[in-house]
């Protein structure tokens, strides 16, 4: 029943971005947005999460390039779905995707898409959850220490350059506490913002990490549509 009912969802997801590409192209939601660059360590002492990526003691960090993107593209001074996509580069010229948007971060309202003028104090959740040997498993993001941040990108772009932004990762169960496993310190990139700039953690999986049948059919085909003409 699940994957049927994610079928159906994935057909509607699909036509709505068709007919929002229309509209907005080449990116029809997440069409601005800041592009970050720095370095991911990993925390010693962490939960294990059962996905191997996460789970693996790490001797140096991980090179990341990232982006912060308004969703529907609003003014700044109105609240709106913010978007982080990080993208982790491996030793052995891998990358690994993740895509995140502003949630709540307690049950059930990290499900929940919650709309923020900046991203000061706002969660980043995965929404859907990634399938691992032992469990199914959320991740997330928040700042720490917490910080006031713009939501005009080019102001907070110049707060960047002088302040690099500290982030910390957490993975969890659907339904039980968020445990930290890494820290990114993120600043701008030397690189403009492109639609050739595309994450994919379809194409781009962590490693250890499955996907659920449901989840492939709820999502990959609008990210197909969403995607169409561009780079990944």
């Not at 007919?19 to 720095?38: E, F, K, N, Q, W």
């Not at 996509?85 to 895509?99: I, K, Q, S």
């Not at 469990?135 to 772009?157: G, H, K, M, N, T």
């Not at 492939?216 to 197909?224: G, K, P, T």
Request: glycine share 8%; aromatic share 8%.
């Amino acid at each position: 029943m699940l994957a049927g009912l994610a079928g159906v969802a994935g057909a509607v997801l699909r036509g709505f971005f068709a007919l929002l590409r229309r509209i907005r192209h080449p990116r029809p939601i997440h069409s601005r947005g800041l592009v970050l660059t720095g370095q991911a360590t990993w925390l010693p002492g962490a939960a294990p999460s059962g996905i191997a990526w996460i789970d693996e003691a790490r001797a140096k960090p991980l090179e990341v390039t990232a982006r912060l993107s308004r969703g529907v593209g609003l003014p700044d001074k109105l609240p709106d779905v913010l978007g982080l996509a990080l993208r982790f580069h491996t030793d052995e010229g891998r990358t690994a995707d993740v895509l995140l948007a502003s949630t709540g971060i307690g049950f059930p309202s990290r499900f929940a898409l919650v709309p923020r003028r900046a991203a000061t104090g706002a969660t980043f959740g995965s929404l859907l959850p990634y399938r691992s040997p032992r469990r199914p498993v959320l991740i997330c993001v928040r700042s720490v220490p917490s910080r006031v941040l713009p939501a005009d990108l080019e102001r907070l772009r110049r707060s960047l350059q002088e302040q690099p932004w500290r982030i910390r990762l957490y993975h969890a169960s659907p339904t039980e506490k968020w445990h930290p496993f890494a820290d990114v310190l993120l600043r701008p990139a030397a690189e403009a913002d492109s639609a050739e700039l595309r994450f994919d953690p379809v194409r781009h999986p962590l490693p250890g990490s499955t996907t659920y049948p449901w989840v492939r059919r709820l999502r990959e085909s609008s990210y197909r549509v969403a995607q169409r003409g561009t780079s990944g």
